[in-house]
């Protein structure tokens, strides 16, 4: 199983970027798909996820900027960011927990984008 991420970059304070994140391999079911950060000198912290039924999880520290999302095979999870801040430059990494063809549980790391914000 291999989740590829693209979309990071740099942009200004205020502006917008879309990230994005791909599963692919021998995939019964994703049960959550959604993305990780860590910043210089942090820890790397949860900040989005999408789970299979739907429901959605937002840090405080994102709420209301960040929306995820999923597309219709439920594989692809998206990262809408809006009115970015230079706190929220980090690596951003997607994660998912799924459950494979064989049946048994695994969980998967894509390889990490920079977004950088500049004030």
């Known amino acids: 199983v291999q989740l590829q991420a693209s979309g990071g970059g740099l942009v200004r304070a205020g502006e917008s970027l879309r990230l994005s994140c791909t599963a692919s391999?021998?995939?019964?079911?994703?049960?959550?798909m959604g993305w990780y950060r860590q910043a210089p000198g942090k820890q790397r912290e949860r900040i989005a996820a999408?789970?299979?039924?739907?429901?959605?999880y937002y840090a405080d520290s994102v709420k209301g900027r960040f929306t995820a999302s999923t597309d219709t095979t439920k594989t692809t999870v998206s990262l809408q960011m809006n009115s970015l801040k230079p706190e929220d430059t980090a690596v951003y990494y997607c994660?998912?927990?799924?459950?494979?063809?064989?049946?048994?549980?695994?969980?998967?790391w894509g390889q990490g984008t920079l977004v950088t914000v500049s004030s």
């Open positions: 994660n998912a927990d799924m459950t494979t063809l064989s049946g048994t549980y695994s969980n998967a």
């Open positions: 391999g021998s995939i019964s079911s994703i049960n959550d």
């Open positions: 999408v789970a299979k039924n739907g429901a959605r």
